[in-house]
């Protein structure tokens, strides 16, 4: 009997090609990639800090505007001000499909990829598709500087 079917393919998807990676852990290269970078902002004193570590300097307050936020590629975190002089801090990884979030105004977090939002206050979902809220780190203020706790 001959199956004149074409083989199935071998060619992995875009979605498992990032699933796997983010898996093995290296995952925070490609995830950039499909973030990009617009809307966000450096201002930490380490760039090559990574998340994870308690004192880690994530990014001066002054860098942080009131109601809005910045984005941190390196360390993938979100920190978001929103009332004056309340600092909070998330991953910024959406949740939905694992883009890098892209900007923070008018007290939302927005991912460029598929337009979820979440609260620079709670990190909660206020709009899909994404389901899951952002999770927060802990952080506090140390001479000017918003540390990871």
Same mark, same amino acid.
């Given at each position: 009997m001959c199956d004149s079917s074409p083989p199935p393919s071998t060619d992995p998807s875009r979605r498992r090609v990032l699933g796997l990676a983010a898996t093995a852990g290296g995952g925070s290269l490609l995830l950039a990639a499909c973030g990009g970078a617009g809307g966000s902002a450096s201002g930490a004193s380490d760039p090559a800090a990574?998340?994870?570590g308690s004192n880690t300097q994530l990014v001066a307050t002054s860098k942080v505007p009131v109601d809005g936020g910045v984005v941190l590629d390196g360390p993938q975190v979100v920190v978001t001000q929103p009332t004056s002089g309340t600092f909070k801090a998330f991953t910024a990884v959406c !949740?939905?499909?694992?883009?890098?979030?892209g900007s923070v105004k008018n007290g939302l977090i927005t991912?460029?990829?598929?337009g979820s939002q979440y609260s620079a206050t709670?990190?909660?979902?206020?709009r899909g598709p994404a389901q899951a809220p952002l999770s927060e780190i802990a952080v506090?203020? !140390?001479?000017g500087q918003i540390v990871e706790a």
């Open positions: 990574s998340k994870g !949740t939905h499909q694992q883009c890098l979030v991912c460029p990829c598929h709670d990190g909660s979902v206020q506090t203020v !140390t001479n």
